[in-house]
Every structure is written in structure tokens, then in C-alpha cells.
């Protein structure tokens, strides 16, 4: 499995949608910016098919300085989170029943 680059991403919207390359550059770059601020902001940004972008509160720790040994107080902050919807699971995982678990059942 591998990653793909942003321009990758920018060639196949402009392929899907008939665009120039410098326009499908352009509205690529709008809509990662935009995600970016709203998550930026604490908000959240549902994709349908896609899923949730957000943020979630992390909690206060302590944890060692891994050469140092010296402990490092870690305040509560805020983290980046994605949530796949049920759509994207399926697609990634075809055997996929159930959305959700159950108590009780695996």
C-alpha cells in the first residue's frame, strides 16, 4: 500500500472533473486549506462517504524523556481525530457487517 502525493490528488481531480491542472491545483489547495482551518478552529467537518474530521480533548499526562529519563508534564490539549464513516469502512473492509458493536457480541 502506498501514499499519494498531493499532486496525484490535484491530477485526478482534474482528470475526474475536466479541469485544467492549474484550476484543479486551485480548488484542491481551497478545500484542504479550508478543512485545515475548521478543524483549526475546533469545529468538525462531516464528508458523507468519507467520514468526520475534528478534534478531541486529550488528557494531562506525564511521561519520561526518553534519553533524559527526566519527567514532562503534558497539559490537556487538543488533538486532530478522523472517524471513517460506515461507507468508507465497507469499502475498505468488504467482509463488514455492522456498523457498530454490541455489548456483549464480537
Known amino acids: 500500500m502506498g501514499q499519494v502525493s498531493m499532486q496525484s490528488l490535484i491530477d485526478a481531480v482534474s482528470r475526474r472533473l ?6 484543479a491545483r486551485e480548488v484542491t489547495l481551497a478545500v484542504t486549506r479550508e478543512l485545515a482551518e475548521v478543524i483549526a478552529r475546533g ?3 462531516r464528508v458523507p462517504g468519507l467520514g468526520l474530521f475534528g478534534t478531541k480533548q486529550a488528557r494531562a499526562m506525564t511521561v519520561k524523556h526518553p534519553i533524559t529519563g527526566k519527567a514532562i508534564k503534558i497539559p490537556e490539549h487538543r488533538v486532530p481525530m478522523f472517524r471513517p464513516s460506515l461507507a468508507l469502512r465497507r469499502r475498505v473492509w468488504p467482509g463488514l457487517r455492522s456498523g457498530r458493536r454490541r455489548a456483549g457480541k464480537e
Open 18 to 23: 475536466s479541469y485544467l491542472p492549474p484550476v
Open 43 to 45: 469545529d468538525a467537518v
